[in-house]
């Protein structure tokens, strides 16, 4: 797994889009049993810490002691320094294994031979993320140019699977139809700004042309955002809901 996401890790805590609130209240409809879950690629530990307020205890493990270092903190969440694809965890223990925007990185078919072995045999695995921002008129467009055409030869490989929407991953569990959330968002410019730098393919252009190409892109935005606005930004969830197979 490709760590990139290490160093500024604080501004993903900071600037990263949260989950809605009728995403977790749909996770929650499912459970029968809420004992143990774990948050798989916790990053700055926003999914972790909304389980936290419904699960007993929650297990939250990630390949970064800096982004765990700045993560939600809870009487109930165990966060610790783990790969995905091996564990120190128990067998058949989890009621709920979720991955947020993280499973893109994974060895497939390790990580699943993983999660066979942890999750309970009533339990859920939940690969959820977020596709890429949506705003309107001319602020839309700037962005959508800047994402294809500027920096998108600068996206590793494994974007591929957030922009086919999740679908292309293998997912061999028996699936189960889940509803469609849009998280609806009001960001100041400053925020978005922050968030955009928190891309990887930001930080790899930066890293081979020495300059950040989102500064360029913040002078074209000034012109149709007053610093003090907020504005509406749309992110489609992207979900996948399965369990072990019979």
Not at 92 to 109: E, G, K, N, P, T
Request: proline share 3%.
């Amino acid at each position: 797994m490709k760590d990139n996401f290490s160093t500024e890790s604080d501004k993903y805590a900071k600037y990263r889009p949260i989950y809605p609130e009728a995403f977790f209240d749909y996770l929650k409809s499912l459970m029968e049993r809420k004992q143990i879950a774990w948050d798989c690629g916790t990053g700055n530990g926003q999914v972790a810490y909304k389980l936290a307020q419904s699960f007993d205890t929650v297990m939250a493990s990630d390949l970064s002691q800096a982004q765990i270092d700045n993560a939600s903190k809870s009487d109930n969440i165990y966060y610790t320094v783990q790969r995905a694809e091996k564990t120190n965890y128990a067998d058949a223990i989890f009621d709920l294994i979720i991955v947020s925007q993280a499973i893109h990185w994974f060895d497939f078919d390790a990580f699943y031979k993983e999660v066979k072995r942890t999750l309970h045999p009533n339990g859920f695995l939940c690969v959820v993320g977020y596709g890429t921002i949506q705003m309107s008129g001319e602020i839309g467009k700037l962005i959508a140019h800047f994402y294809s055409d500027i920096i998108g030869s600068y996206w590793d490989e494994e974007r591929k699977y957030l922009d086919e929407n999740y679908q292309s991953i293998p997912f061999p569990f028996q699936e189960i139809e889940t509803p469609t959330f849009i998280n609806t968002l009001y960001w100041s410019l400053e925020h978005l700004i922050g968030y955009l730098n928190t891309w990887s393919s930001v930080k790899h252009f930066i890293d081979q042309n020495a300059y950040n190409p989102v500064d360029s892109l913040q002078l074209q935005l000034e012109k149709h955002w007053n610093s003090e606005d907020l504005k509406e930004v749309k992110f489609p969830i992207l979900l996948r809901i399965g369990r072990l197979k019979e």
